[in-house]
C-alpha cells in the first residue's frame, strides 16, 4: 500500500511539473519494494525521461525480470537498450517479449527495424516478413501496420534486387541460353519470389513420380528438329486448309448443353478457338490428311503413342486476333503435348506454370500440359499452331507397353 501511495504521488508531482519530488518519491518506492515489477518500471520510465539511458535499462531489466510474462515490460527494456545504443541488449528483450507472444506486433517491427539497422540482412529479411505475414493475417488494422509492410515490402524488394545483381555477376546475367542452368534457375527465380511452383493436375490418369516439368527439355526429342525443317511445307498445307476448311474447322471448346457458366464459357462453340484435327483420340481423320500430305507424313515418323480410343491426337489449332484461352490443366501426364508453331504474329504468348514464350515459327517445344497454361493473341492477325502429342520421354518402352495395354483392358471394360 505505501508503495502504491508513493507511486500515485510521484505521478501527480509529474503533472505538477515537480520533477525533483518525482524522482524522490519513486526512490523511496523502489527503496521500500525493490522487486516490485511497478515500481521498477515507473522508475525505468524517469530515467529514459531524463535521458540516463542505461540507467534507464537496468530498472527496466529488474522490472522485467520481477515480472518475465508481462510483455510491455521487455518492450520497455528493448526501448531504454536501443536508446543507448546496446543492440544486443535490445535484440534479447524483443526476443524475449517474442516468447511471450510471437504475434506481438510491436515487438515484431522492433526487431526488423533493429536486425536492418545493424545491417544482418539475413535477419531483417525473415523479420520483416515476419511482420508482412502477421499484418496480412490481422483484420482490423490501423495506418501504422500498414505503413509497416509498405516499409517491409520495400526492403525485401531492394534486397531481392541486390541479390539478384550477386547472382548476375556469379553466374552470367544471361543464363536462360544454357539448358542445364534451367532447373537452378528456377530454384534462384522461387528464392527471389519472381515466379510460383506449379504442380500436375490431372483431370485424368495421373503416372507417379515422373518430373514436374513445365517445358521438357528439347534434348529429350531427338527428332524434333527434323519436324521443324518441314514447317514451310506444314504451314503451306494448313493455310490452304484454312482457306476453305468446310466441316473440318470447328470451335474448339465444345460444352454440353446446359452447363453451367465456366471459364470456357466466352469460347463455348467459338471459331475465336478453332481447331482441324487430323488425328483425334487415336482415330485418324482421312479428308484432312489426304489434304495434308506433307503434315501426315510427318506425323507418321513421330515416336506418336498408339492407344486407341485415346491417342495420338494432332490438329492445327488457331486462335483468332484478340482471343485469350484461360489458364486450365490437361487431362493426363503421360503424354507431351508439342507445339510447332506455324503462323505466329509477334507478341502472341504461351505460358505453362511459371514462365512464359512467345511462339517462334518453325521452333518447336514440348510441354505437360497438366501443369497450368494459358495462351493469349493479343494482335490483329491469327495465329496457327501445330499441336500434337507424344509419349513422355521419362516414361520408359516397358511402361509405355503397359499403359497401352491397361487402355485396352478398360476398352473391354467398357
Not at 553466374?171 to 510460383?196: I, Q, V, Y
Not at 471459364?263 to 490428311?289: I, M, Q
Request: hydrophobic content about 45%; aromatic content about 8%; proline content about 6%.
Amino acid at each position: 500500500m505505501e508503495v502504491q501511495s508513493r507511486l500515485a504521488a510521484a505521478a501527480a508531482a509529474r503533472q505538477r511539473g515537480q520533477s525533483a519530488d518525482e524522482l524522490r518519491l519513486l526512490d523511496e518506492a523502489v527503496a521500500l519494494a525493490p522487486a516490485d515489477p511497478r515500481a521498477l518500471n515507473a522508475r525505468g520510465a524517469r530515467a529514459l525521461t531524463d535521458g540516463d539511458f542505461q540507467t534507464a535499462a537496468d530498472f527496466f531489466a529488474r522490472a522485467a525480470d520481477a515480472d518475465p510474462r508481462e510483455p510491455i515490460l521487455w518492450m520497455n527494456l528493448a526501448n531504454a537498450a536501443r536508446a543507448a545504443d546496446d543492440a544486443n541488449r535490445e535484440r534479447a528483450a524483443l526476443d524475449r517479449a517474442l516468447e511471450i507472444d510471437r504475434f506481438y506486433f510491436g515487438a515484431l517491427l522492433r526487431k526488423a527495424e533493429l536486425e536492418e539497422r545493424v545491417g544482418d540482412t539475413r535477419q531483417a529479411v525473415l523479420a520483416w516478413s515476419a511482420v508482412i505475414a502477421v499484418v496480412n493475417a490481422t483484420a482490423d488494422r490501423a495506418p501504422v501496420m500498414d505503413e509497416a509492410v509498405s516499409r517491409g515490402q520495400a526492403y525485401l524488394a531492394n534486397q531481392t534486387d541486390q541479390l539478384a545483381g550477386r547472382l548476375d555477376q556469379e553466374f552470367g546475367a544471361d543464363r536462360s541460353a544454357n539448358p542445364d542452368m534451367r532447373r537452378f534457375n528456377a530454384t534462384m527465380d522461387l528464392l527471389l519470389g519472381r515466379r510460383t511452383s506449379f504442380r500436375n493436375e490431372c483431370s485424368g490418369l495421373y503416372f507417379p513420380f515422373l518430373p514436374a516439368d513445365e517445358y521438357f527439355d528439347e534434348r529429350l526429342f531427338p527428332w524434333m528438329a527434323n519436324i521443324e525443317m518441314q514447317t514451310d511445307a506444314i504451314r503451306s498445307e494448313a493455310i490452304a486448309l484454312l482457306e476453305s476448311p468446310g466441316e473440318d474447322l470447328r470451335p474448339y471448346v465444345r460444352l454440353d448443353k446446359g452447363t453451367p457458366n465456366n471459364k470456357w464459357t466466352g469460347l463455348d462453340h467459338s471459331l475465336d478457338w478453332g481447331a482441324c484435327f487430323l488425328w483425334e483420340y487415336g482415330e485418324p481423320n482421312r479428308p484432312v490428311l489426304d489434304r495434308c500430305p506433307a503434315t501426315a507424313a510427318a506425323l507418321a515418323a513421330l515416336p506418336q503413342s498408339r492407344i486407341p480410343g485415346n491417342a495420338p491426337s494432332a490438329f492445327f489449332s488457331i486462335l483468332q486476333p484478340g482471343a485469350r484461352i484461360p489458364p486450365h490443366t490437361g487431362v493426363t501426364n503421360i503424354r507431351a503435348i508439342v507445339h510447332l508453331p506455324l503462323v505466329v504474329p509477334q507478341g502472341c504468348w504461351f505460358r505453362v506454370g511459371g514462365e512464359t514464350r512467345e511462339w517462334v515459327e518453325g521452333k518447336a517445344f514440348a510441354f505437360d500440359d497438366t501443369i497450368e497454361h494459358e495462351a493469349h493473341n493479343p494482335t490483329d492477325e491469327r495465329r496457327i499452331v501445330l499441336i500434337f502429342d507424344v509419349w513422355n520421354p521419362h516414361i520408359t518402352m516397358e511402361e509405355q507397353d503397359h499403359l497401352v495395354r491397361f487402355f485396352a483392358l478398360q476398352q473391354q471394360d467398357g
